[in-house]
């Protein structure tokens, strides 16, 4: 796990923390390491806090997340004309998420859009994922050039604390969009498009 991951888990845990308090905590976390050198010190917070400065401010010596970043709510839509229709929808607040397969071909088994390991990954695990895709950075609008009669549309809905930001495309997508894709594979168990 990253310093950073560490410090957005005793964020979550503790809202707005010092940063002495998040080196005391991260060192206890880790207090069953022998070694001296893996003791955490407040420069490694800084630093790391520095480096994710689009996730992290600082405000009268509290680390906090940044509100536009502190992601609450996802809702991932995905269908073409073809293919089954997917929305996905996280509540990180309430730690779950839902996965709706629309799908008009009646000979096709949704048990065998499964993954081979039928394991439903953690809504945390995706969140810090999510940290690293940044989907806040997205355009608003992906499309091709010339005219698509059909082909995948997709929409991204992502709330934060502070903004809303939305995304979408027709057969055009971003550039972490198989790595987002993969993530929600991991995350529902259910193969993506």
């Not at 000979?107 to 994922?129: A, H, L, P, Y």
Request: hydrophobic share 35%; proline share 4%.
């Amino acid at each position: 796990m990253y310093i950073y991951e560490m410090i957005l888990d005793i964020l979550k845990k503790n809202g707005p923390t010092s940063i002495p308090s998040i080196c005391q905590e991260m060192n206890q976390q880790t207090s069953h390491l022998e070694e001296q050198e893996k003791i955490v010190q407040p420069s490694q917070v800084k630093s790391a806090i520095t480096r994710k400065k689009e996730l992290f401010k600082v405000q009268n010596d509290l680390v906090y997340i940044d509100p536009e970043k502190d992601v609450q709510y996802l809702h991932v839509h995905i269908g073409g004309v073809v293919e089954p229709a997917i929305t996905i929808k996280v509540d990180f607040g309430k730690n779950r998420f839902v996965f709706f397969e629309w799908n008009l071909d009646q000979n096709v088994n949704v048990n065998e859009r499964r993954t081979q390991s039928q394991v439903i990954g953690d809504v945390e695990t995706f969140k810090k994922e999510l940290y690293r895709i940044k989907p806040w950075q997205w355009d608003a609008d992906y499309q091709k050039e010339a005219m698509v009669l059909d082909g995948v549309y997709w929409s991204v809905k992502l709330v934060t604390q502070g903004r809303v930001y939305e995304s979408e495309g027709l057969e055009c997508y971003p550039e972490d969009w198989k790595r987002f894709c993969k993530s929600l594979t991991k995350l529902t168990g259910m193969t993506l498009l």
